[in-house]
């Protein structure tokens, strides 16, 4: 007997394996689209995750900011918030208020209560309600003990009386003290003092000055001229 298999029943084999199944193509689709829908929920998560993250680090960055700063713009950059044109308002002992102004400001939420600050200015009110302004080039403000390290250029004036500037002070907001171991140069009126260092106090209209200190009175220019003269 032969018991080889009949050709007929080897090409039926073959057939069925080389022939694609009818349902090969609707599943392969089917998993096409899973994979790509799977891609965007990766995507859409690994967004939503990441805006989670920059909106906890602006928060977290925000809550170190006075309650009473406004400002333009801010960006951050570590530990380190920039803010454009900060305007702060605080108060001194009497109760009247100071506002300070400057063109950029740059805390260190390691440092939350201290302010690096660019080109500041700042506005208050003396006792005769005349309008008196401070500026500097840069000033280091500490928000806690309200007090401010000035450098590149302190002036304090009122436009009216008198005008004080020396290369770097200290100003005690709180007690409007401003006082500098630099040499100091204040006009009042049409006299000029000159000095090595100086302590000026708003409240008391004070200024009190040490080291080599010169004073120039009105006419005192032309004496000299006519000492001088043969």
Not at 58 to 71: E, K, Q
């Amino acid at each position: 007997m032969n018991d080889a298999s009949p050709p007929t029943d080897r090409r039926d084999r073959l057939a069925s394996i080389v022939a694609p199944r009818r349902d090969a193509i609707p599943q392969a689709r089917r998993h096409s689209q899973r994979v790509a829908r799977l891609r965007r929920w990766l995507l859409w998560g690994s967004g939503a995750i990441l805006l989670a993250v920059a909106i906890g680090v602006g928060f977290h960055s925000l809550r170190f900011l006075p309650a009473d700063l406004r400002f333009s713009r801010i960006a951050t950059q570590g530990t380190r918030i920039t803010i454009e044109s900060p305007k702060l308002v605080g108060y001194r002992k009497d109760g009247r208020p100071y506002e300070l102004r400057a063109r950029t400001g740059i805390q260190d939420i390691a440092k939350p209560d201290v302010f690096e600050l660019e080109q500041l200015e700042v506005h208050f009110q003396s006792d005769n309600e005349s309008n008196v302004v401070l500026t500097a080039e840069k000033g280091l403000y500490d928000a806690k003990n309200d007090r401010a390290n000035l450098s590149g250029g302190a002036r304090v004036y009122d436009g009216k009386h008198y005008d004080l500037r020396t290369d770097a002070a200290v100003i005690d907001f709180r007690g409007n003290l401003v006082t500098s171991d630099q040499p100091t140069r204040l006009t009042l009126d049409k006299s000029v003092v000159t000095s090595n260092s100086v302590e000026f106090s708003q409240n008391e209209r004070r200024a009190s000055f040490s080291g080599a200190v010169h004073t120039t009175l009105p006419g005192d220019d032309a004496d000299a001229a006519e000492g001088s003269s043969p």
